[in-house]
């Protein structure tokens, strides 16, 4: 009775560095087949084992500055290195056009520039269990210098302010779990009624309300639907 529109969800996913959102996406693509993770746009050298197109688009910086000009892009940033990136729409566009789900893991700057123009879009803020959790994270990965796990650490504190301008917020204490989360999370937005494009009602159902209208002893007659 329910035809639900063709288009996709565009999923934005943040959350303090060390709170899992990137392991959560790769869990998620790994069990939708109707899902594509966006890939971003940047400035930088691609390194070794990484493909255009996949991990990024690696483009130069006038091609970048062209996009932001031309309006391709859903937001942007310039970091600290002097490398652009940014997130391009055309790609997203397709795949929800398509009717496939789009997730993009983005820190809450390039959130917010996109919930600016996107307010259809599903946001979803992905949280550590704890502060003390995301510390440990943080150095057992050991990647980073300790200052620079400082900086990421104050960091975080500050992005969790950010957290009542988000949907849906999931605390991701067992991948697993958090993981069925954002899968019950995205299986509810398909039933939002915002997401109908029509109801309507097959032949036999036409019958049955017409003799419903039309017929007093409808009441007392059986109702059998192949």
Not at 3 to 24: C, D, Q, R
Not at 116 to 121: C, G, L
Not at 160 to 187: Q, S
Not at 192 to 199: G, K, P
Request: charged share 30%; aromatic share 8%.
């Amino acid at each position: 009775m329910i035809k639900n529109k063709n288009k996709g969800i565009f999923i934005v996913i943040s959350g303090p560095s060390g709170a899992g959102k990137g392991t959560i996406c790769k869990e998620l693509m790994k069990v939708s087949n109707n899902l594509w993770l966006s890939v971003s746009m940047t400035t930088r050298e691609p390194r070794v084992g990484e493909t255009n197109g996949v991990e990024y688009f690696f483009v130069s910086k006038e091609e970048f500055r062209k996009n932001i000009e031309d309006g391709n892009l859903l937001e942007y940033a310039v970091i600290h290195s002097g490398h652009y990136y940014g997130t391009p729409k055309a790609s997203i566009n397709k795949y929800l056009n398509e009717g496939i789900d789009v997730i993009l893991e983005i820190d809450i700057n390039g959130a917010l520039q996109i919930k600016e123009n996107n307010k259809e879009a599903l946001f979803i803020f992905i949280l550590p269990p704890s502060m003390k959790e995301l510390k440990n994270r943080l150095i057992t990965r050991g990647t980073e210098s300790e200052d620079k796990i400082i900086e990421r650490f104050k960091r975080g504190y500050q992005e969790i302010n950010e957290i009542t301008k988000y949907n849906y917020v999931v605390v991701n204490d067992d991948l697993d779990k958090a993981v069925d989360k954002v899968k019950a999370i995205i299986m509810a937005e398909r039933c939002r009624v915002d997401r109908i494009e029509e109801v309507f009602l097959n032949s036999q159902e036409e019958v049955i309300h017409e003799e419903l209208i039309s017929n007093k002893s409808f009441y007392n007659q059986d109702i059998i639907i192949d």
